[in-house]
């Protein structure tokens, strides 16, 4: 099982940018499909963007297509997802997830293994 330590989130404005990170130990994390997911009060967890093992293919929501970026670098054993022009409708806990499957879902009941989460508060 791996396990994921997510890193880099903070208060920022409108309009910034913030570059989250999700390290993982454990099992061999190029095995792994990855995602980035973010939970608000009062909302359902929501799937944000999914990157397949080798980084080949990347899905994103139609909130954050254009502004988010997901990537991986499978010999550092991370995943980051850089967040551009930010609004404050991306306020939220954001989770990093593994999923041992080899299709690039976005499908949350598909992953299984999560991080902790890091809190990102966008103010107008």
């Known amino acids: 099982q791996v396990q994921l330590v997510e890193a880099g989130g903070g208060l920022v404005q409108a309009g910034d940018s913030l570059r989250l990170s999700c390290a993982a130990s454990?099992?061999?994390?190029?095995?792994?499909?990855m995602g980035w997911f973010r939970k608000t009060p009062g909302k359902d967890r929501e799937s944000v963007a999914v990157i397949s093992r080798s980084g080949g293919r990347t899905v994103y929501a139609d909130s954050v297509k254009g502004r988010f970026t997901i990537s991986r670098d499978n010999a550092k054993n991370t995943v980051y997802l850089q967040m551009n022009s930010l609004i404050p409708e991306d306020t939220a806990v954001y989770y990093c997830?593994?999923?041992?499957?080899?299709?690039?879902?976005?499908?949350?009941?598909?992953?299984?293994?999560w991080g902790q989460g890091t809190q990102v508060t966008v103010s107008s």
């Open positions: 454990g099992r061999t994390f190029s095995s792994y499909t």
């Open positions: 997830a593994a999923s041992p499957l080899p299709l690039a879902t976005m499908a949350i009941e598909r992953y299984d293994t």
